[in-house]
């Protein structure tokens, strides 16, 4: 059998051919409309005084983790002498996000409400107005804050605690804020 027949190198170079054509119709198309989310983990400071029942007058701070367009999260005290601290408290909510809007629910710690309780938090990214595409790259976190409302029920009576309507938040993105070492028992 002759490998260098015209027949074999014809065929070899149709398979190689079409396999680098595939590969460049692929690439284009991914380049054109396949996007990365956004970065949006880290730590989100709220200081709101319209916070609902056991929310009311704590400073909140909502650590987000993110896997693609996949969250998890989770709500802790700001400790007030030390604000760059906070209680180290695993992840209790879960959501995605989704052309710059984020869904998260899931249970509250009991850390923060004694009485069991459910919270969904639905909002918008915000980058800063000073951002150029180098910081943006640049930076491990381009969002500055994140808009948006909340809903607080009490499980064990299963009411709304807020109301009918949602209570309007703010989180300013705090990169300092570091998780405050906790002894379990």
């Not at 119709?25 to 880290?42: L, M, Q, T």
């Not at 005290?77 to 052309?99: A, C, E």
Request: charged share 10%; proline share 6%.
């Amino acid at each position: 059998m002759n490998i260098f027949s015209a027949k074999s190198i014809g065929l070899y170079s149709i398979a190689i051919g079409s396999a680098i054509g595939f590969f460049h119709f692929i690439s284009s198309y991914g380049e054109a409309n396949i996007k990365a989310p956004i970065p949006v983990g880290g730590n989100y400071l709220i200081i709101d005084q319209n916070l609902p029942g056991c929310l009311q007058g704590k400073p909140l701070l909502l650590r987000l983790q993110q896997s693609g367009i996949y969250l998890n999260a989770n709500l802790s005290i700001v400790d007030r002498s030390d604000t760059t601290t906070t209680r180290d408290i695993r992840p209790t909510l879960s959501g995605q996000l989704r052309d710059r809007q984020l869904n998260l629910s899931g249970l509250l710690p009991t850390q923060i409400c004694p009485q069991p309780s459910q919270i969904r938090i639905a909002g918008s990214l915000v980058q800063p107005l000073s951002s150029s595409i180098t910081t943006v790259k640049s930076t491990a976190n381009s969002i500055a804050a994140i808009q948006g409302q909340l809903w607080l029920t009490n499980r064990s009576v299963s009411e709304t605690l807020a109301g009918a309507n949602p209570v309007a938040f703010t989180g300013t993105f705090q990169p300092s804020i570091k998780p405050k070492s906790t002894q379990s028992h």
